[in-house]
Nanobody, 122 residues
Framework: QGQLVESGGGLVQPGGSLRLSCTASGITFSSYWMYWVRQAPGKAREMVATISAGGGTIHGNAVKGRFTISRDNGINTLYLQMDSLKPEDTALYYC????????????????WGQGTQVTVSS
């Protein structure tokens, strides 16, 4: 049974940085496209970033230039480096595994983590 476990969330001041990690087990990690999806209270899920099995990346317009998705297939881990954080980045951040480009509401992902909370506030 595949499992994804996120870590690295927390409280940070505006302009600060965080790095989220997502460790996978029970799946052939290198074969999966991986995603970071966030959801703020009362709002729909939002695709933050996507990385293909081959390492190609797509970042959402809201985070482009500030966030960077990456992966280390040797240790089955996905990362999201978040810089220049803004209050509007406050959300529960999930990692997910699937295949290809996901369309909203992103239900086609094969596996989901439990989420890690990111709060940006002074």
């Amino acid at each position: 049974q595949g499992q994804l476990v996120e870590s690295g969330g927390g409280l940070v001041q505006p302009g600060g940085s965080l790095r989220l990690s997502c460790t996978a087990s029970g799946i052939t990690f290198s074969s999966y496209w991986m995603y970071w999806v966030r959801q703020a209270p009362g709002k729909a899920r939002e695709m933050v970033a996507t990385i293909s099995a081959g390492g190609g990346t797509i970042h959402g317009n809201a985070v482009k230039g500030r966030f960077t998705i990456s992966r280390d297939n040797g240790i089955n881990t996905l990362y999201l480096q978040m810089d220049s954080l803004k209050p509007e980045d406050t959300a529960l951040y999930y990692c997910a595994a699937g295949s290809g480009i996901l369309e909203a509401p992103y239900d086609r992902a094969d596996y989901w983590g439990q989420g890690t909370q990111v709060t940006v506030s002074s």
